[in-house]
DNA sequence: ATTAAATATTTATATATTTGCATTTGTAAT
DNA sequence: ATTACAAATGCAAATATATAAATATTTAAT
């Protein structure tokens, strides 16, 4: 048993930055769609949600820069794809979490 | 095969804020402390994360509002413990993704 | 080279979060 | 009842985040 957990203030702020992105009711929605490695783009998500597409993209941009999400363009659009799909799964887990209240 | 969530809003938001609750360098600190049952009070957390008392009676309680911990005064002392104890896996589990950047 | 569609960026405003100090409340001991 | 320790709360300043409107960029088609 390894015990590598040292608590390296770098990752902690990485994590917390992970977090911080899937936090927000919208972005969580996002990934909800993304689950089984669908990809979609950014018009797509932002039917899906009903939100604004300058918003739908800063919250897609947030996704990916905190490695979240990947993406990748074709064409004129540009899918944008879960980076882990264990990720859709801490949703989930959480999810479970607020059920027992 | 049960297609259970057809995204509900307030799941989602009441999920957002589980999740907002954790997504903090600090307070993710302290749910690594917390990890396996352990039970911690004001006090000791505030020493061993060298922050001020008021600011970690402050992350607890919102860990605590939020359904991500539970506390228990004894005395003077009041013990914090993990709700879920599943919670501490989320955060290996999203460190574990941070790693392969 | 124009035009149109998809996405990204800039900007401004509104709102929320973090932090520490000072204070207050709760509990136990003398 | 006074004192002492532990924890919680109110407050204010600094900082960060969310949203949308307007604009800019990128790509493809004509």
Redesign the pocket.
């Known amino acids: 048993m390894i015990k590598i957990q040292e608590i390296d203030p770098d990752r902690l702020e990485m994590a917390a930055n992970m977090l ?1 992105a899937i936090a ?1 009711p ?1 972005r969580i929605a996002i990934l909800k769609h993304l689950e089984g490695g669908k990809k979609l ?4 998500i ?1 039917e899906l949600l009903g ?5 739908t ?6 996704l990916k820069d905190k490695g979240v999400l990947c ?1 990748r ?1 074709e ?5 944008y794809y879960l980076k882990h799909d264990v990720l859709s799964q801490v949703v989930d887990c959480l999810e479970r979490c607020t059920c027992g209240e």
Chains 1, 2 share one sequence.
């Open positions: 911080k927000h919208m783009t950014v018009t797509q932002h939100i604004e597409q300058s918003t993209s800063h919250h897609l941009g947030i993406s363009r064409g004129k659009n540009t899918f």
